[in-house]
C-alpha cells in the first residue's frame, strides 16, 4: 500500500516515451514508433519450445525495440506498457480473452516489489488471469549483474491451482525461451493441454534466425504475403 501510494505522484507528470524519454501523447513518440517497426519480425519468430508449447513475437530484441523494453522498466515510463500490450495482441492476431485465458511470466514478489511493476503483466492486460507463481528469480534479459546470472537459467514457477486447456502466455522478451519453457511447462503440469507463449522481443539467436530464415523466404523487396511463414501448425 505504501508503495502503491508512493508512486502516485508520478500521475501528475506527462506521459514519456519509454524509448527516448520524450513527452508522448500516448505509446511511443512518432520518431520511436516509426523505429519500432523497422524491427517486426515478420514470421513472428514462431517456434515450438516443447510439446504443447509454440512461441511468437512481434519484435527483434534490438534498437528501439531494446531501448523500448529496458525504458519500460524506468520508474514513471510504464505509461505505454498497456497500450504496447494491445498493440501486440492485434500484432500476433491473439485470440479474445474470454475464448483463451491470458496470463503472464511473473516475476517473484521480491524483484515485483523492488521494480514496483511487472512488465509482462502490463502487457497482458486488465483481463489476464495469474496463473503462475515464480518460486525462483529468473536472471534479467536487461540487467548484466553478476548476482542475475547465479540464478536458475529460467527461474522456477508453479501453477497456483487448476489451468485451462488452452493458454496465452505472456512475456516482455525471450532470448533463450528458457524462462518461457519453465513457465509453459508449469502451466503444462497444472492441466494445459496447449501453451501459446506470446513475447514482446525476441532476442538473440532465435530473433537471428528467424531474420536468415525471412531473407531466404523473401524474393526481394517488395513483399505481399501475409502469415504464410513457416510453423507446421502441430502444437
Ligand atoms: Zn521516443
Known amino acids: 500500500m505504501r508503495e502503491a501510494a508512493a508512486g502516485l505522484w508520478r500521475l501528475l507528470l506527462p506521459v514519456r516515451c519509454p524509448a ?35 512461441t511468437v513475437g512481434a519484435y527483434a530484441y534490438e ?47 521480491r524483484r515485483r516489489r523492488r521494480r514496483g511493476m511487472d512488465l509482462p503483466e502490463l502487457l497482458a492486460g486488465p483481463r489476464a488471469v495469474r496463473l503462475l507463481e515464480a518460486t525462483a528469480e529468473r536472471p534479467d534479459q536487461t540487467s548484466l549483474r553478476p548476482a542475475d546470472r547465479r540464478t536458475s537459467p529460467g527461474g522456477a514457477f508453479v501453477a497456483r491451482g487448476p489451468v485451462p486447456p488452452a493458454v496465452v502466455l505472456i512475456d516482455d522478451v525471450r532470448t533463450t525461451g ?21 513475447t514482446f522481443a525476441v532476442g538473440g539467436d532465435a530473433a ?28
Open 20 to 54: 527516448c524519454g520524450a513527452v508522448a501523447e500516448s505509446l511511443l513518440c512518432r520518431p520511436c514508433a516509426v523505429g519500432l517497426e523497422r524491427y517486426a519480425l515478420p514470421d513472428l519468430g514462431l517456434t515450438m519450445l516443447a510439446e504443447g508449447v509454440v
Open 63 to 109: 534498437g528501439t525495440v531494446a531501448e523500448t523494453v529496458r525504458g519500460l522498466k524506468v520508474a514513471g515510463r510504464w505509461a505505454a506498457a498497456r497500450g504496447l500490450g494491445l498493440q501486440l495482441r492485434r500484432r500476433l492476431g491473439l485470440p479474445p480473452e474470454d475464448a483463451v485465458p491470458v496470463t503472464w511470466v511473473p516475476a517473484t514478489r
Open 178 to 198: 528458457a524462462t518461457a519453457t519453465a513457465a509453459a511447462l508449469a502451466l503444462r503440469a497444472g492441466g494445459a493441454r496447449r501453451v501459446l507463449v506470446a
Open 208 to 235: 537471428r534466425e528467424t531474420a536468415a530464415q525471412d531473407s531466404r523466404v523473401r524474393p526481394a523487396s517488395t513483399s505481399n504475403s501475409a502469415g504464410t511463414s513457416s510453423g507446421s501448425g502441430t502444437w
